[in-house]
């Protein structure tokens, strides 16, 4: 791989051991996928941020560097909320740990947003470079933005952040963005207009790693969040597109004839819409936007919760509307920002969840231990309230 003549000085070492281990970092995974080069990146956004995942080695690893970010580079979701952390029924012992994690990630330079929805918080223009690590911030990027980034694991991310480049090749090239497989939702009984992390869930199974176009749908910006979140889970999906909706669907020259073509159908939704008694309820998979506050708040107005019911969302973006998590609170429910339901240890002790995503849905079963039940939003206030 081509290196300029300060990066091959960053890989001799001369800027430090922890930019030399970077830069490795960055040299090995170009090597491995056969980039011819490095590329800028106006931004990074770094997993491996919750205790819960990453375990005492992986703080041990981020407590032995010592650099800062070189460009704008924000946290993901970590196991609590920074603030009220007793409240949310945090052992202090884990909080300990995590706040640990925080300090290595603030000494380093990334931001301290602890979001998988970064792209509320800083504006990400088309055709720009990133290295994002959380696979629904990732597929949101690609796809609804036409930022180009490849999946990056922690490390990979964090490499990024302080070398400001990424290894050119995958999603940030171009012509390997063309769709390959044509999604057709069947319309009918089953279809419900807040089905798309369903909707997500059975396509990612069906498309696997390849990238999808969705013939027939028309989802606004919300949708199209829980839509990539839900595929990036149940499959590995990191860019999808949409006809007529998504900024790079009518790039490409071709004809949905010539590609593969699978199908969800309403009954396949209906089916994982089963009904299940459930201990508690937890929306913002991805953490909620402004306009999602709005929608719960409204679906909470004059109720009162009967089981636990969070809602996870940016510290930023709670912030920002402290008019709409006050409604949503005088319900009962909790605003959480910081951390969500599947990295926070305080989900590992309800034995069943609701949830509204489609990646909730995949995730809260192997990473909270616990079942987990698939409703729409209005049906999960439904149950949290009833
Ligand atoms: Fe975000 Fe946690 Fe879901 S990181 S996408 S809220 S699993």
Redesign the pocket.
């Known amino acids: 791989m081509y290196l300029e003549k300060d990066d091959e000085r960053v890989l001799a070492g001369e800027f430090g051991e922890t930019r030399q281990k970077m830069m490795e970092i960055l040299v090995a995974l170009g090597e491995v996928y056969g980039a011819e080069k490095l590329v800028p990146i106006a931004s990074a956004q770094v ?1 491996g941020a919750s205790y819960k995942t990453i375990g005492r080695w992986g703080l041990a690893w981020l407590r032995s560097l010592d650099a800062r970010a070189a460009v704008p580079a924000v946290l ?2 970590i196991g609590m909320p920074r603030e009220g952390w007793q409240e949310f029924g945090i052992a202090e012992e884990f909080a300990a740990r995590q706040a640990e994690v925080v300090e290595a990630y603030r000494r380093l330079g990334i931001k301290l947003e602890c ?3 970064p792209y509320y918080l800083r504006m990400t223009e088309y055709g720009e470079h990133l290295a994002w690590s ?4 990732v597929a949101y990027a690609n796809s609804v933005l036409g930022a180009r980034t490849n999946r990056e694991g922690g490390p990979s991310a964090l490499a990024a952040a302080i070398i400001g480049k990424t290894p050119y090749y995958g999603l940030h090239i171009v012509e390997n963005r063309r769709p390959q497989v044509v999604v057709e939702v069947e319309s009918g009984a089953g279809l419900h207009a807040d089905h798309w992390g369903a909707i997500g869930y059975l396509a990612g199974k069906k498309v696997g790693n390849r990238i999808p176009i969705f013939e027939g749908i028309r989802p606004g910006r919300d949708n199209l969040k829980a839509l990539g ?1 839900a595929m990036a ?1 149940s499959g590995a999906v990191a860019l999808f597109h949409v006809e007529k909706i998504t900024p790079e669907a009518r790039v490409f020259e071709f004809s949905t004839g010539d590609l593969d073509r699978v199908t969800v159908s309403g009954d396949e939704i209906e089916a994982l819409f089963a009904e299940k008694e459930v201990e508690a309820v937890a929306v ?4 909620c936007s402004a306009d999602e506050l709005r929608e719960i708040a409204e679906l909470l107005r004059g109720k009162t919760t009967t089981k636990p019911f969070y809602i ?1 969302v940016a510290r930023g973006v709670a912030a920002e509307n402290a008019d709409l998590v006050a409604a949503i609170e005088k319900s009962g429910a909790r605003v959480i920002p910081d951390t ?4 926070s240890p305080r989900m590992d002790e309800f034995s069943s969840i609701m949830v509204d ?1 489609g ?2 849905f995949a ?1 809260v079963p192997g990473m909270c231990g616990a079942l987990a039940r698939i409703g729409t939003r209005r049906e999960c206030v439904e149950v949290a309230t009833s």
Do not use: D, I, L
């Open positions: 997993s993901n979701p979001t998988c929805t959380e696979s629904s911030a979140a889970a913002g998979c991805p953490h996870f969500c339901m599947v990295v995503s990646k909730a995730y």
